[in-house]
């Protein structure tokens, strides 16, 4: 009984699922909430490509990597990002909202204050008595996009949900990934 009930649900959505493959190209200002040292804006860039799974209904899944440089002012970290939105189409535009997660796989420091000795840079995901850069992130992500065929625009905004950097020096001390993008993609 369970199996035909479900089975009538499908037939009578009539969800049609097909994957649609795009690449993107983009660049913005990427800071970190907070106090930490060297934090203000700079500019980052990502590259990436993915998937989104279409509904009938006008709603649609989109999942990919980019590879991202953020960070803050005075240091900056490549990492790899995995967003997850739902997104829904009206028209030529879409707007998709949801979780992502990031791997920190390079990080830049250009402060005196992050090098042991002159000349001898600290190992950037370690612990020292500056504290520390958390190579890994996880946040909020939302997106706006606009069609034209197969070429688009958007707009891209993330705050990450998780401390980033961290102070030991102050217990109260806490700072997020924030940023956004403007980028151009091409759907195949």
Not at 60 to 65: A, E, H, I, Q
Not at 73 to 85: A, H, N, S, T
Not at 128 to 140: L, P, T
Not at 146 to 158: A, I, K, N, T, V
């Amino acid at each position: 009984m369970k199996k035909n009930i479900l089975i009538f649900i499908l037939l009578h959505i009539g969800i049609t699922i097909f994957a649609q493959s795009y690449v993107e190209l983009g660049g913005g200002l990427s800071n970190l909430t907070g106090s930490y040292p060297g934090t203000g804006a700079r500019m980052s860039y990502s590259i990436g490509g993915g998937y989104r799974f279409n509904y009938r209904s006008g709603m649609g899944l989109d999942t990919g990597l980019q590879l991202a440089l953020s960070g803050a002012k005075d240091y900056g970290i490549l990492e790899i990002r995995m967003p997850v939105l739902v997104s829904y189409q009206v028209s030529s535009f879409d707007f998709g909202v949801g979780p992502y997660i990031a791997v920190g796989l390079w990080d830049q420091k250009n402060d005196s204050r992050f090098y042991d000795a002159p000349g001898t840079k600290i190992d950037p995901w370690a612990e020292s008595a500056f504290g520390y850069v958390n190579r890994f992130d996880a946040g909020v992500d939302a997106r706006l996009r606009y069609h034209l065929s197969r070429l688009y625009f958007g707009w891209e905004g993330y705050f990450g949900l998780v401390d980033r950097a961290r102070n030991d020096l102050s217990a109260s001390f806490h700072s997020h990934s924030i940023g956004m993008h403007l980028f151009v993609g091409y759907s195949f």
